[in-house]
């Protein structure tokens, strides 16, 4: 049998910040395991970079586009928390069943499994605490009434809202500030850990990307220190950290890294519906060409893209050359699989340096940090690996690594 998985993502974990840090816990497993620079998805977006992570698909396959989007078939914004403002200004009690529920049940296309679901189809068990992409074959009631019942792995642990099992964890407040979530997370996963509950677990932890958008990328020290205090946890409850790698492989790595901000920009196309929130941008409209073209010029955005002829084009500035893309990491597949989404708006562009585009609320994170775009800081992600071979080049691969894994131990 194979070692079972503990998956950490620290969400908005730069490489530099990983790399330089002598926080216990993560100078720890950087010790003992294998390290590189991989890459996220584009939009570099937490909702798209998730789905990725737990299906190992692009947006082109799982089809979750950006945090705004437009729904074709309902004839409605989607948005899955870019602030509260924009959460608000799209309605309320539709924006957090959106986040909640249908990112999972309805909008993850049904075409891909995720991680959960592969893996419990060999008889392992999942567990996920606190991802929002979270699908599986269990159903789950929720602890606050007025939620349906959903799906995920056998042990699933969301935010308070629907949780499998009564660890004794703390009710969360929702006051990132204080860092909450991750001390959620902690307590939920040392219960798991203490009792062996798990093949796999997808450890989340949210609260470094919240006080980065605040502060700036590579000066959130202390909501670090509270990411390495959450994983020190899980090691504690294995008997300290030899005991934790004795027991577990493991994967830590973030979805999507931050670029620091300084400039609001708003874009509107006159009879087009643009969507944009942090460092992307999306126009839905009936002649791509056209669309593109009005944003020649445009100080704030860097790069647009769209398909003519099932061929990607990119124009920055007014000169178009699909090499353009070949300044960002992995720039041509990552442009692609985003348009192929059959979600996404007929045109997407990339944020200038420094700039972060206003959510629907009029949110933005100027002075601090943001992400989403195809731009080498906003794309590169720590990816470390103990005890599973080489770390992917991909966010992509992540799932494929750990399903090798269990596959290679039950075939011996
Ligand atoms: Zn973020």
């Known amino acids: 049998m194979s070692r079972p998985v503990v998956l950490i993502v620290i969400d908005g974990l730069t490489p530099a910040m990983l790399e330089a840090t002598d926080l216990p816990a993560l100078r720890y497993l950087l010790d003992n395991g294998t390290y590189r620079r991989a890459v996220s998805t584009f939009p570099s977006l937490t909702p798209v970079c998730l789905a990725s992570i737990a299906t190992g698909a692009g947006p082109d396959e799982h089809h979750i586009p950006h945090l705004v989007?437009?729904?074709?078939?309902?004839?409605?914004?989607?948005?899955?928390?870019?602030?509260?403002?924009?959460?608000?200004?799209?309605?309320?009690?539709?924006?957090?069943?959106?986040?909640?529920?249908?990112?999972?049940?309805?909008?993850?296309?049904?075409?891909?499994?995720t991680i959960y679901e592969t893996l419990e189809d060999t008889g392992l068990t999942a567990a996920a605490i606190n991802i929002t992409t979270y699908r599986g074959r269990t159903q789950h009631r929720a602890v606050i009434p007025g939620l349906p019942v959903i799906s995920g792995p056998k042990r699933l642990f969301f935010f308070s809202v629907y949780e499998s099992d009564r660890t004794g964890a703390p009710i969360l407040i929702p006051n990132r500030n204080q860092g909450s979530v991750d001390a959620y997370a902690a307590s939920v996963g040392k219960w798991l850990v203490t009792r062996d509950g798990f093949d796999f677990l997808v450890y989340y932890l949210p609260d470094y990307d919240f006080a980065s958008h605040a502060k700036g990328p590579g000066v959130a020290h202390e909501a670090l220190g509270r990411s390495d205090a959450a994983v020190q946890a899980l090691m504690d409850a294995a008997g300290g950290p030899?005991?934790?790698?004795?027991?577990?492989?493991?994967?830590?790595?973030?979805?999507?890294?931050?670029?620091?901000?300084?400039?609001?920009?708003?874009?509107?196309?006159?009879?087009?519906?643009?969507?944009?929130?942090?460092r992307a941008g999306m126009v839905y409209g009936d002649d791509p060409r056209a669309l593109a073209c009005a944003l020649d010029g445009e100080p704030s955005v860097e790069a647009v893209m769209f398909l003519e002829n099932s061929e990607v084009v990119a124009r920055r500035n007014g000169d178009e050359d699909i090499a353009i893309l070949d300044e960002y990491p992995d720039g041509r597949d990552r442009a692609r699989r985003a348009l192929l989404n059959p979600n996404a708006g007929e045109v997407i562009f990339t944020a200038a340096d420094g700039y972060e585009f206003v959510d629907l609320g009029g949110g933005h994170h100027a002075g601090g940090g943001s992400h989403g775009s195809l731009a080498a800081s906003d794309s590169d992600v720590p990816m470390l690996t103990v005890?599973?071979?080489?770390?992917?080049?991909?966010?992509?691969?992540?799932?494929?690594?750990?399903?090798?894994?269990?596959?290679?131990g039950a075939s011996k």
């Open 69 to 113: 989007w437009w729904n074709r078939a309902e004839q409605r914004l989607v948005e899955y928390g870019s602030s509260f403002g924009a959460v608000r200004a799209a309605g309320l009690a539709q924006g957090i069943r959106d986040t909640m529920v249908n990112l999972n049940e309805v909008h993850l296309s049904s075409d891909v499994d």
């Open 242 to 278: 030899d005991a934790f790698l004795d027991r577990y492989a493991v994967l830590l790595c973030s979805d999507h890294g931050q670029t620091s901000v300084t400039t609001p920009a708003k874009i509107e196309i006159p009879g087009a519906l643009v969507t944009a929130s942090n």
């Open 387 to 408: 005890g599973l071979g080489e770390p992917p080049a991909s966010i992509l691969g992540i799932k494929e690594t750990i399903v090798r894994h269990f596959a290679a």
